[in-house]
C-alpha cells in the first residue's frame, strides 16, 4: 500500500521504493518539503503506484525480496507510459559491476548507501530540471554526424549497420555530442551540461558507464570504437570526419 506525503507548494510528483521502512521514511521526510511523495516497499507495488499516479521521478532500492530493483526497472522501461520516467538508483550495492547492472537496467542515476540526504536532494533536484527542460525543435528532427543519425521525435540511432532505440539519458548524452562535433568534453564538463550536476558534485563512473552502454549500442566493435572516441587524458568526442 502506497503512503503519500506532501507540503502545499509540492508540484513534482516522486516515487521512493525501498523495502527498509526506516529509509524509506527518511527519505520521505528529507523530500516532502519540495516534493509530493509516494512510498511504496517492494517492485510489485512500484510498478502498481507508477502506474496509478505517473511519478516525475523514482527512487529506486536494488536489493528486495520477490521483483528487485532491476527487474523493476527493466519492466517500467517496457511500459510506453512509464519509459522515460527517470530513474535513480540509491542502494548498498557499489560495485562497479554493479553500476553497470543498473545502468544497463535503464537507470539514470546511481547512488550508493550509506548517503547524505542533501547529496541526494541535490541529485534529484539536477535530474528533474533536466527532465522539465525543452529543447527548442531545430528545423530538422535528424541530426547527422558521419554515419551517425539520430531522430529527435523516436529516440532512435541509425549507423550504416544498424537501428537502435536510446534510453532518455543515452539520447541526451549522444545529442550533446552530436551537437558538438570534434569537441573533446571531460567527464566533469558533461556532468554539468547534460546532467545539470554543479561542478565536481557527480561521479565520472556515471559518464563512464552511459559511454559504455552507448558504445555497445552503436559500435561495431565497442573494444575499438569508430564514433564515440576517448583522447587519453582529455575526455569523449564525435569525429566528424571532415
Known amino acids: ?106 537507470a539514470d542515476d546511481y547512488l550508493t548507501k550509506p548517503f547524505n540526504l542533501e547529496e541526494l536532494q541535490l541529485r534529484i533536484t539536477a535530474i528533474l530540471r533536466r527532465a522539465s527542460q525543452v529543447i527548442p525543435k531545430p528545423p530538422i528532427q535528424m541530426l547527422k554526424v558521419k554515419d551517425l543519425t539520430l531522430d529527435r521525435n523516436s529516440y532512435q540511432v541509425t549507423t550504416n549497420k544498424k537501428q537502435v532505440k536510446l534510453t532518455p539519458v543515452e539520447f541526451d548524452l549522444l545529442y550533446h555530442l552530436m551537437m558538438h562535433p570534434d569537441e573533446v568534453f571531460t567527464s566533469d564538463r558533461l556532468l554539468q551540461e547534460v546532467w545539470d550536476y554543479p561542478s565536481e558534485s557527480g561521479s565520472p563512473d556515471l559518464v563512464r558507464m552511459h559511454i559504455k552502454n552507448l558504445r555497445n549500442k552503436i559500435e561495431s566493435d565497442p573494444s575499438n570504437p569508430e564514433f564515440i572516441i576517448t583522447i587519453p587524458r582529455r575526455g569523449y568526442t564525435i569525429a566528424s570526419g571532415h
Open 1 to 106: 500500500m502506497a503512503v503519500s506525503s506532501q507540503d502545499g507548494g509540492a508540484t513534482h510528483r516522486v516515487l521512493v521504493v525501498d523495502d527498509d521502512i526506516e529509509v524509506a521514511k527518511s527519505i520521505e521526510a528529507s523530500l516532502r518539503k519540495h516534493y509530493q511523495v509516494y512510498v511504496v516497499y517492494s517492485g510489485i507495488e512500484a510498478i502498481k503506484e507508477a502506474r496509478r499516479h505517473r511519478p516525475d521521478l523514482i527512487v529506486l532500492d536494488v536489493v528486495m525480496p520477490g521483483m528487485d530493483g532491476l527487474e523493476t526497472c527493466r519492466e517500467l522501461r517496457v511500459d510506453p507510459a512509464l519509459a522515460n520516467v527517470p530513474i535513480l538508483f540509491l542502494t548498498a550495492l557499489g560495485r562497479p559491476e554493479d553500476r553497470v547492472a543498473g545502468f544497463r537496467a535503464g
